[in-house]
C-alpha cells in the first residue's frame, strides 16, 4: 500500500464545481490553484478529478505508460460521436487507429490540403466585399467547414458536400453544454430536450454519410480523400474497416476538425488586429513569402504567431486520462477510475515560463523552444491530436490569404472575452471587421 498522500484539498460538492467549469475554466481554476495549490481534487459530475498545470507533474504523466489510462467520459463520447470514434478507444484498439489514421494528417498529404485551404478561403472572403464587412467567427466557421468535407469527401458531388455542410453545422449547433460533462442528460424528454435534438441532427448525418461511404464502395474509383483512403485501407492483420466505424471516425473529423481550427483563426485575427505593429511585422513576412503552401507553413513570425493564438486560447482547456489502475503521481496516490487533468490553460499563463502571460507577443517563440509539458495547445502523450498539423497548417494557409491579400480593421473595439460554446472556449463575440482589397 502506497505510503504517498491519498489526494490534494480541493472544493466541495459536485453540482457547483461543475457549472463553475463550465462558465469559466481559467478563472476557475485560478481561483482554486490560489485557494488549495497545485495540483487540487474536486468531485465533479463527471467523476473524481486531480488537476494540475505544474511542469513536472505533467512530465510524469505523459511518461506514464498508455496501458495504465481508460477513456474519459468514455460513455458520453460513445453516445455522441460513436464507438468507433478514436476518441473513445483506448489500450491496443487506440494504438491500432492512430497507426491507420496518421498519414492521413501528416508528410506529403498536407501540401496537397493547402491549395484547397487557400481556395476556399477566397471564395468564402469574396462575397463580403461589396458590403466591405464581415463577421469573423461565421466566415471561419464556414471555411473550416468546407475544407474539412472536402477533404474527406473530395471525391463528392457538389450537392452532396453542400448537404454535409448543412447537417454538419445543424448537428454542432444542436451540441449542448451539458451534453459533455454528464451521461444523465442523454435522456428523452417526450421529443424535447437538448438530447432529442442532437439526436435528431445526428441521424441526418449518419444517413448522408452512410450513403456517401456505400457509393464510394460500390465504385471505388482513384480518389484520394480520406473517406476514399479509408474505404482502401485495411488494419495490419487485412481487415477492412466496417461502414459504421468509418462513419463514426468522419463524424469525430467532422466535429474536432472545423470548430477548433475556427475559433483560433478568429481569435489570431482579433489579436493581430489590436496589435498594429505585430501586423505590419507579420505582411512584411508575407509579403516576402509568396503563395507556396511550403513557405508559408515554415514563415517563422506566421507560425510563432500562430503559436501565441493557441497559447492564449487553447483548444481546450484541460486534457483529460482516466486511470485503469492506481497511480503514484509526485506526492500523491491516485486509485484506478480517477482522473488526471493536465490544466492547459493553468500552463500556458505560468509567468516563470511566460513573462506578461496575458500579452499576445508571438516574439516569445522566436525567442526560445518550449517543453511539451509546458506548451500543449494539442494535449501531448500517446493522445496528442492526430489533426494538430492539419489545424497548424490550415491556419497558416488562410492567414496567409487573408493577410496578403485584404485589408481588415475591427469594427468593435469593446475587449473579446473567451466563453463556453461545448468543449470547447470561444469568443464572445463573432469579431465583426472591415475589409477590402489590399
Known amino acids: 500500500m502506497s505510503q504517498l498522500a491519498k489526494l490534494p484539498p480541493g472544493p466541495s460538492g459536485r453540482l457547483w464545481p461543475t457549472l463553475q467549469l463550465m462558465r469559466d475554466p481559467k478563472g476557475t481554476f485560478e481561483r482554486w490553484r490560489a485557494k488549495y495549490g497545485d495540483p487540487f481534487f474536486l468531485h465533479a459530475l463527471n467523476g473524481p478529478i486531480l488537476l494540475t498545470g505544474r511542469e513536472d507533474l505533467i512530465r510524469e504523466i505523459y511518461s506514464v505508460p498508455p496501458e495504465h489510462f481508460g477513456v474519459f467520459a468514455e460513455p458520453v463520447i460513445r453516445g455522441i460521436l460513436g464507438s468507433g470514434s478514436i476518441f473513445a478507444m ?3 484498439n487506440h494504438k491500432r487507429e492512430r497507426r491507420l489514421l496518421m498519414p492521413m494528417f501528416h508528410g506529403e498529404r498536407m501540401r496537397s490540403y493547402g491549395h484547397t485551404m487557400q481556395r476556399v478561403a477566397r471564395n468564402a472572403l469574396e462575397p463580403h466585399l ?25 471525391g463528392s458531388s457538389p450537392a ?18 451539458i ?29 448522408l454519410i452512410d450513403d456517401i461511404i456505400d457509393a464510394q464502395r460500390k465504385s471505388p474509383g ?69 503563395e507556396d503552401p511550403h513557405e508559408l507553413a515554415t514563415a517563422p513570425f506566421l507560425k510563432a504567431c500562430i503559436q501565441e493564438t493557441l497559447r ?44 506578461e502571460p496575458t500579452k499576445f507577443d508571438p516574439d516569445r517563440f522566436l525567442q526560445r523552444s518550449y517543453s511539451p509539458f509546458v506548451y500543449m495547445p494539442f494535449g501531448g502523450g500517446h493522445r496528442r491530436c492526430l489533426g494538430a498539423a492539419f489545424a497548424t497548417y490550415e491556419m497558416a494557409m488562410v492567414l496567409g490569404v487573408f493577410l ?12 473579446v472575452r473567451s466563453v463556453r460554446r461545448n468543449v470547447t472556449m470561444g469568443p464572445s463575440s463573432p469579431v465583426p471587421m472591415s475589409v477590402c482589397r489590399v
Open 90 to 92: 483506448a489500450d491496443s
Open 312 to 355: 492564449l486560447n487553447p483548444i481546450v482547456t484541460e486534457t483529460l486520462r482516466t486511470l485503469a489502475q492506481p497511480l503514484d503521481l509526485g506526492e500523491f496516490h491516485l486509485p484506478a477510475g480517477h482522473t488526471l487533468a493536465l490544466a492547459t490553460i493553468l500552463a500556458h499563463y505560468n509567468p516563470d515560463n511566460y513573462p
Open 179 to 207: 451534453l459533455f460533462f454528464t451521461t444523465k442528460s442523454h435522456r428523452k424528454f417526450f421529443g424535447f430536450g437538448p438530447w432529442e435534438k442532437m439526436l435528431k441532427a445526428r441521424a441526418k448525418l449518419f444517413q
Open 222 to 290: 482513384t480518389h484520394d480523400d480520406i473517406l476514399a483512403l479509408l474505404c482502401r485501407s485495411t488494419y495490419d492483420d487485412g481487415t477492412p474497416i466496417s461502414t459504421e466505424h468509418i462513419r463514426d471516425e468522419l463524424i469525430t473529423f467532422l466535429f474536432a476538425g472545423h470548430e477548433t481550427t475556427a475559433l483560433s483563426l478568429t481569435w489570431a485575427m482579433y489579436f493581430l488586429h489590436r496589435s498594429p505593429n505585430i501586423l505590419e511585422e507579420l505582411k512584411s513576412e508575407l509579403r516576402n513569402t509568396g
Open 130 to 154: 461589396k458590403s466591405g464587412q464581415v463577421e469573423i467567427l461565421p466566415l471561419m466557421t464556414k471555411i473550416s467547414f468546407q475544407v474539412i468535407v472536402e477533404n474527406i469527401f473530395g
Open 160 to 177: 452532396q458536400v453542400e448537404a454535409l455542410i448543412d447537417a454538419s453545422v445543424q448537428m454542432v449547433r444542436s451540441m449542448h453544454p
Open 404 to 415: 496578403s491579400e485584404f485589408h481588415f480593421k475591427l469594427l468593435d473595439s469593446r475587449e
